[in-house]
């Protein structure tokens, strides 16, 4: 069974993007992004390190032929700062995909949705493809959309927190309305949190601390990647209705 | 003339483009992007903007993040 996921024209087999930080290593990353099947990661911009020169490089290890590189604008608390950072990124990768956060706060990490917003139509003004994290508020959702995204990306939780779906009633409002794709990004902490999104009706889950901070990152990487999957394939198959009484699976006639 | 690369004041003989720049501080122009005084410097520009005395210069390249 096809079951392709399509973010601006760009075709993806894998649901699960993952993120880049907060790994050991660049090549526990590498390995951990094989064990996700994932095909579309998350990079960062930041200044290259003038003084030293021998500093393992992502390239080196996450070949960007091989994956899709999404450059975020993790850091970025002004809409200025943010278009500023994708400007770059796409000179320095030739691309327009893109994840826009703007953010408000260290503590929260919380999306600031009017700063988002202005982002996003100033970027899609400039000829971005524009992935948006965002909070899960389905109007701002609708907002985004109206204005041009190519995906939705609303939290679960708090960036880091691994706290899963808090208002999986408010992502499911999302999924109902949007016609881009759906795709959560943040809060995930484990299995059960990627599967419950993906049963929820998203069209795929972005993470990055709940494998990168497992005690077995590359473990947990494969338990994401089935996670998904077991998450869309139930999304798909359509669950039974909920009961409040027991209803017996074997037959009652023909009891001794 | 001095120039501030990625926040760093540094002096350098004149003239001297961008492309002698990234010579200068051994830098391969693969995978990054350069930005004087706000705006971006395309790849395809590299050797022939001549930097001036006083610019701001930010070089970034991807790394890992979520």
Known sequence: ????????????????????????????????????????????????????????????????????????????????????????????????????????????????????????????????????????????????????????????????????IMNPVNIRLIVEQSSVPVIVDAGVGTASDAASAMEL?????????????AKDPILMASAMKHAVIAGREAYLAGRMPKKRYADPSSPLAGLI | MDITVNGEEKRFEAPLTVAGLLDALELAPRKIAVERNLEIVPKSLFTQTALADGDRIEIVQFVGGG
């Not at chain 1, 009706?201 to 494998?211: H, P, Y």
């Open chain 1, 201 to 213: 009706g998203c069209d795929g889950v972005l993470m990055n601390t709940a494998i990168a901070e």
């Open chain 1, 1 to 164: 069974m096809s079951d392709i996921l399509e973010v601006a024209g760009r075709k993806l087999n894998s649901r699960l993007i993952i993120g880049t930080g907060k790994y050991e290593t660049y090549e526990q990353n590498a390995k951990a992004a094989e064990a996700a099947g994932a095909e579309m990661v998350t990079v960062a911009v930041r200044r290259v390190n003038l003084t030293d020169k021998d500093k393992p490089l992502l390239v080196d290890y996450l070949d960007p032929e091989k994956y899709l590189y999404l450059p975020n604008t993790a850091g970025c608390f002004t809409a200025e700062d943010a278009i500023r950072t994708l400007r770059l990124a796409r000179e320095a990768g030739g691309w327009e995909l893109v994840k826009l956060e703007v953010l408000s706060d260290q503590k929260t990490l919380y999306p600031d949705m009017e700063e988002t917003l202005r982002a996003a139509k100033l970027l899609i003004k400039e000829g971005f493809d524009v992935m948006v994290y965002c909070s899960d508020d389905p109007v701002y959702a609708r907002k985004l959309e109206d204005a041009g995204c190519c995906a939705i990306m609303p939290l679960g939780s708090l960036i880091g927190s691994g706290l899963g």
